[in-house]
Nanobody
């Protein structure tokens, strides 16, 4: 089992920055990938960015150049640095870990942290 705890959400004006953190604990030695998702009101949950074991990263097109995902293996933490925030980035952001190839989804999820960007 892996437990994920997110932090760093809040209210920010458009153009501002936030850094989200996701601390992992438990059986973390076999984590093959970690990711950030978000879900805005009335919309489906969507992938924002992920980082796989070798360090490769992927981003949703709308956040490329503005968001950066990084992983600190020593601290068992993954970060999402969000710059040049826009009102459309407003959502609950979720951390996810351990890609499950049989279920084709992440096995572990955090509780979510609210990010609100005002115009």
């Amino acid at each position: 089992q892996v437990q994920l705890v997110e932090s760093g959400g809040g209210l920010v004006q458009a153009g501002g920055s936030l850094r989200l953190s996701c601390a992992a604990s438990g059986s973390i030695h076999s984590i093959n990938a970690m990711a950030w998702y978000r879900q805005a009101p009335g919309k489906q949950r969507e992938l924002v960015a992920n980082v796989i074991g070798g360090g490769a990263t992927n981003y949703q097109a709308s956040v490329k150049g503005r968001f950066t995902i990084s992983r600190d293996n020593a601290k068992n933490t993954v970060y999402l640095q969000m710059n040049s925030l826009k009102p459309e980035d407003t959502a609950v952001y979720y951390c996810a870990a351990q890609w499950d190839y049989s279920e084709w989804t992440y096995a572990y999820w955090g509780q979510g942290t609210q990010v609100t960007v005002s115009s």
